[in-house]
């Protein structure tokens, strides 16, 4: 129920108003996004863009989960978050 609201959200406004702003867009938008509250605050093609403009590309390093989670290239996305913010790992990190 709560996809099918989105997605008629999307159709009729947008996803960034529907994902961010959904309070605003009347009580029936409201009553249907308020159990999915932690869903929407997970679609983060939305939220990518506020924090490109906010605070420009060269702030941001953004990988994906699934590199996190496979083992094998685990060591090589921590690799490359640490760099990012400047740390220097330790040969048997």
Do not use: P
Not at 11 to 18: I, K, M, S, V
Not at 42 to 54: G, N, T
Not at 59 to 71: G, K, M, T
């Amino acid at each position: 129920e709560q996809s099918d609201a989105f997605f008629k959200c999307v159709e009729r406004y947008d996803a960034r108003r529907c994902t961010m702003r959904f309070e605003s867009l009347g009580q029936g938008w409201q009553g249907l996004f308020y159990h999915c509250d932690q869903v929407l605050k997970s679609i983060y093609s939305v939220f990518v863009a506020e924090w490109i403009h906010a605070l420009g590309r060269q702030a941001l390093h953004c990988e994906r989960s699934e590199d996190y989670f496979d083992l094998a290239a685990r060591r090589k996305v921590i690799a490359r978050v640490a760099e990012f913010v400047g740390l220097r790992l330790e040969a048997n990190d």
